[in-house]
């Protein structure tokens, strides 16, 4: 990083001068404004080994403060190096996500600000516009009013919550008693589909449920849950004196972005009085276009719903929302105040760590409400809406050629597919061995180049490749060029076979 400024040192006692601390101010946002611009010269895939930065890192702290100028030319020289560079156009792998301009600010006032939102008192600002934001982003993708919101950092942490707010519904004295050592208490069950995504898993796992609380509902062809199968293994849980008390939905699952049909499963939980819990960590952003608002359908009679901003809402990460119909359950779950954060208004008010297992809290809600602002609900739908124009190119051009193959559909702006030439094999099976070891190569091939990042997944059975479209700077341009990169891979890897 270039710095102008002198040698700046800290002063014996207490913080940057404001000089220094204005000069550098001003620089970091010039180097950050030259980093977006830059960036495509950049490898998308940080082309460090394993250690290589640790190496080139001093094992001790030092004794004596260092000049600022010295700390950020290192970020120049060792950190940058170490990154992979998720605000690159070209990063197509996992869920593509992208920061934004309003989310940088946000997120450089809630450092300065830093304020810890655990009890209304603490920060008034955070408790309050965390409840607007939240609730302007309820009405944006048409979710119903009777939904509170309330912010965690992912959705891995959201679903934990929600999951364990169903338990609470329960009432089995499992807050005060806990589960160890008790006779008396059944094996509760949740239900997910095999696409779920592992922070369900986890979140059974961290709340003391145990895995095999976990029922896996099977899917069908396109990869969603099968609500007959979900009945099904209610019914015979139940025969069994297991006691379900959760059904976790996906609306948009992360190998494929497969959409749960939430109707027929929301049917399914009011029958037997269950949690319907709908994780749409991904593809919720995806109902602030009113043309995809029919993907959360169902989900106005669910109990909870996870969506994160900071996936496809260009919000820096983290930002995840857990929007839920039953906050006194999430409350009396989590709930505890000991007397020194006990205050004159606390019946009156919101406190954020009434609802979670954190007692402090970033003020979050900072950064959303100034992206809701700055791109309004017509500039957030617009971008999304491209991302998916531009994924819908992307599968023109698959289909369209004989060397590739869809592998599912593509509801939004993620493409699951392979490249599936002629190759010479003796069954079926053979032949899905030889285009995994081929779809492999070509997936490092093109990620080695550093001009643009995939990821895989497994569809049944098959190495399957995933482009997600999610970057706020992602153009037609960024999507031609990978596919010209996997064309070359796949012909570079077809010669030398040859
Ligand atoms: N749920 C789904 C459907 C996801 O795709 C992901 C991550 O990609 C998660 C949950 C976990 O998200 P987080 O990193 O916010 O915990």
Redesign the pocket.
Same mark, same amino acid.
């Given at each position: 990083m270039k710095t102008t400024a002198a040698d700046a040192f800290a002063p014996p006692t207490g913080d940057m001068s404001k000089e220094d601390f204005r000069r550098f101010g001003h620089e970091l946002i010039d180097w950050i404004s030259d980093y977006f611009e830059q960036i495509e010269g950049l490898p998308v895939l940080s082309q460090i080994e394993p250690g290589e930065l640790k190496a080139q890192l001093p094992p001790s702290p030092p004794e004596k403060g260092e000049s600022m100028a010295a700390i950020l030319a290192d970020v120049d020289r060792l950190i940058v190096p170490a990154l992979t560079h998720w605000v690159h156009p070209s990063f197509f792998a996992?869920?593509a996500t992208s920061t934004s301009a309003p989310g940088i600010f946000g997120e450089l006032l809630a450092a300065a600000f830093d304020n810890k939102a655990m009890l209304w008192r603490t920060s008034p600002a955070s408790t309050e516009l965390e409840e607007v934001a939240l609730d302007w982003l309820r009405q944006m993708m048409g979710l119903d009013a009777g939904l509170s919101g309330i912010i965690y %950092?992912?959705? $891995?942490? $959201? &679903?934990m919550h929600a999951i364990a707010a169903a338990r609470e519904g329960v009432e089995l004295r499992i807050r005060e008693e806990g589960m160890s050592g008790r006779a008396d208490l059944p094996l509760l069950r949740v239900y997910a589909s095999e696409q779920? +995504?592992s $922070?369900?898993d986890k979140g059974i796992i961290t709340l003391g449920l145990g895995q095999r609380a976990l029922r896996k509902i099977p899917t069908d062809s396109e990869f969603r849950m099968d609500p007959k199968a979900l009945a099904a293994a209610i019914e015979e849980d139940k025969r069994n004196g297991i006691v379900p008390f959760c059904v976790v939905a996906?609306v948009?699952?992360?190998s494929t972005s497969s959409i749960d049909p939430v109707p027929a499963i929301v049917e399914v939980c009011e029958r037997h009085t269950l949690w319907l819990h709908v %994780?749409?960590?991904?593809?919720g952003s995806a109902a602030v276009v009113p043309e995809f608002r029919h993907l959360v359908a169902g989900c106005e009679r669910a109990d909870s719903i996870?969506t994160?901003p +900071?996936?496809w809402l260009f919000t820096p990460f %983290?930002l &995840?929302v857990l929007y839920c119909r039953h906050m006194d359950l999430l409350r009396r779950a989590f709930s505890l105040v000991p007397e020194y954060l006990r205050t004159p208004e606390q019946e009156k008010v919101r406190s954020g760590s009434d609802y979670g297992i954190q007692l402090g809290r970033r003020f979050r809600a900072l950064k959303l409400w100034m992206i809701i602002r700055y791109f309004g609900h017509e500039g957030l739908a617009a971008r999304i809406r491209e991302h998916c124009r531009l994924a819908k190119l992307f599968t023109t051009w698959v289909e369209g050629s004989p060397d590739w193959e869809l592998l599912a559909p593509v509801p939004l702006s993620l493409v699951c597919f392979r490249a599936c030439p002629q190759v010479e094999a003796a069954d079926e099976p053979a032949r899905n061995l030889r285009l995994d070891v081929l779809n492999e190569a070509i997936m490092h091939g093109v990620n080695s180049t550093g001009q643009a990042l995939l990821s895989h997944t497994k569809l049944h059975d098959k190495l399957t490749l995933r482009l997600s479209i999610g970057n706020i700077r992602t153009t037609e341009k960024h999507v031609r060029q990978v596919w010209e990169l996997l064309n070359e891979q796949l012909k570079l890897l077809r010669s030398t076979r040859e």
């Open positions: 996992y869920f %950092d992912t959705a $891995s942490v $959201s &679903s779920a +995504h $922070s369900i996906t948009g699952t992360t %994780d749409t960590a991904y593809a996870v994160n +900071h996936k %983290d &995840s």
